[in-house]
């Protein structure tokens, strides 16, 4: 029988196991999931669910306010997983409902959500649209990569020697036009210190910010879970593109992760960034996934 309940912070080792068999390509280590159960940040209303059986986590789910972005009353139904020996049997529908009954009492009324493609059927017999294509690609980083060379009055910080205000600075004004079906436009400090700064899987020694002139204007962040690294955001502020400053930051971020002990980097890219995508495959990265944003009315 399998049981649908609310995630507990001792399910972490679970959900992670889950992970890794449907999805890979996503990094994010138990300390990290135990986290995100125990301590969700308050202006998301956040809330997750497992499905167990035989005392497994067999499922996930997590549904949330989106309090990235200025656009009214969105919500988000995350990672939506069945473990592939537990599909057909209801398991889904029965952690989607749970998950729009959530996000119908907090007051949400356009949602998003990710699929991959062989699911999209499930998305659409449920009411979602599908929108967008993210593409997810890995890099070997046997043998480390060099650390590159900055021009003259450039300087590649790690994370550990730079105010975090300044990194957030950087992260808000570089997302803001951010591909995507909401602009991500309102990246708060608190919230951005909660689930980036303070995220056990944060690697401050290995992510990067690029100053120029003694100014913070590009990063690369990365999250870490034993040697397997995730390019959490990869960004310049508008006003210094162009000058291979991202690709830079990714480079420098690279080594640090490798010269630690990384052997794999994931990262993900909108159809539509062409730059990053364009920076991604010249380092190297080749896909391996892809995903469709999907989106639909709350009613």
């Known amino acids: 029988m399998t049981v649908i309940r609310s995630a507990r912070p001792e399910d972490a080792p679970g959900v992670v196991a889950l992970r890794t068999a449907v999805h890979p390509y996503l990094v ?3 300390e990290s999931t135990r986290r995100m159960i125990a301590q969700p940040p308050p202006e998301e209303d956040w809330a997750a669910w497992v499905a167990e059986a ?5 499922g996930w789910v997590s549904a949330y306010r989106n309090s990235h972005t200025s656009a009214a009353n969105v919500g988000e139904v995350s990672t939506l997983h069945v473990h592939p020996e537990h599909r057909l049997r209801g398991v889904g529908t029965a952690l989607l409902n749970a998950a729009l009954a959530h996000l119908r009492r907090i007051g949400t009324k356009r949602l998003l959500t990710g699929s991959q493609p062989e699911s999209l059927p499930f998305a659409r017999r449920h009411g979602f649209t599908p929108s967008r294509e993210l593409r997810y690609s890995a890099l070997d980083l046997r043998p480390t990569p060099p650390m590159p060379e900055p ?52 690697d401050r020694d290995a992510s990067t910010v690029v100053e120029v002139d003694g100014t913070p204007v590009a990063i690369s962040l990365v999250k870490r879970d034993g040697d397997r690294m995730w390019s959490d955001f990869t960004g310049t502020i508008p006003e210094h593109r162009g000058r291979g400053l991202a690709r830079l930051a990714k480079e420098a971020a ?21 730059p990053m995508l364009a920076v991604n495959a010249r380092l190297g990265y080749r896909p391996v996934a892809s995903q469709w944003s999907c989106v639909r009315d709350l009613t």
């Open 151 to 202: 021009p003259p009055g450039v300087r590649l910080l790690t994370a550990t020697e730079v105010d975090p205000r300044r990194i957030h600075r950087v992260d808000a004004e570089a997302s803001v036009d951010e591909p995507g079906d909401v602009p991500t436009d309102a990246l708060g400090y608190d919230l951005w210190h909660h689930e980036v700064w303070d995220n056990p899987g944060l």
């Open 254 to 274: 690279l080594h640090r992760a490798a010269a630690s002990g990384v052997r794999t980097a994931y990262t993900s890219n909108d159809e539509a960034n062409a």
């Open 54 to 58: 035989d005392g497994q986590v067999v």
């Open 28 to 30: 994010r280590g138990v």
